[in-house]
C-alpha cells in the first residue's frame, strides 16, 4: 500500500515514470493477494489511466478509465462516489478529446453527487470543478 500511495504522490508531482515504476511494484505485490474484482483493483486502472493521460495517450487514459467506470459499478456494493470520481476524470479526458457531449454527461452525472458529500476543499471537488470550468470553456468555443 505504501508504494501504491507513493505512486499517487509522485504523479501529483508530476514525477510521471517513477509513478508508473511505484504503481507496477505496488501492483506486483497485492495482486495474488485481491480477488479478481476489487476496489483496489478499480483504483489501479484510474492510476494507471492518469498515468497515460500525463504521458499525453489519451485514447489509452480514456479506454482505462471506461474500464475502471464498468468494474466500479459492477462491485456489488459500489461506492458511489468513487463512481463519481471516476466519471469527473473521464469527462476530462472526453473533453480533452473533443468529445464535449460525453463530458457533459459524464460530469453532469457526477457533480451534484460530489457537491452533496464532499467539502469544497476536497481534492475530488476541486479537481470536479476544474473539469466543469474547462468543459465549459470548450463548449463556449464550440458555440453549444
Known amino acids: 500500500m505504501q ?3 507513493l505512486a499517487r504522490i509522485e504523479l501529483a508531482g508530476g514525477n510521471v515514470e517513477a509513478a508508473r515504476q511505484d504503481l507496477d511494484d505496488a501492483y506486483k505485490t497485492f495482486d495474488p493477494l485481491l480477488p479478481p474484482e476489487h476496489g483496489l483493483r478499480v483504483q489501479v486502472t ?20 471506461e474500464i475502471a467506470e464498468a468494474a ?5 456494493g459500489a461506492d ?4 463519481a470520481i471516476i466519471r469527473v476524470r473521464l469527462a476530462a479526458v472526453l473533453a480533452a478529446r473533443g ?21 469544497p476543499e476536497a481534492v ?4 470536479s470543478d476544474a473539469v ?9 468555443i464550440a458555440g453549444r
Open 132 to 140: 466543469e470550468a474547462d468543459l465549459e470553456k470548450r463548449e463556449r
Open 46 to 65: 484510474v492510476m494507471r489511466a492518469l498515468i497515460a493521460k500525463a504521458q499525453g495517450d489519451l485514447p489509452a487514459a480514456q479506454h482505462l478509465l
Open 80 to 83: 458511489p462516489i468513487n463512481l
Open 99 to 119: 468529445d464535449l457531449v460525453g463530458a457533459r454527461h459524464k460530469l453532469d452525472a457526477s457533480r451534484a453527487l460530489l457537491e452533496s458529500a464532499l467539502l
Open 72 to 76: 466500479q459499478d459492477h462491485l456489488g
Open 3 to 5: 508504494d501504491f500511495r
Open 124 to 127: 475530488e471537488r476541486v479537481e
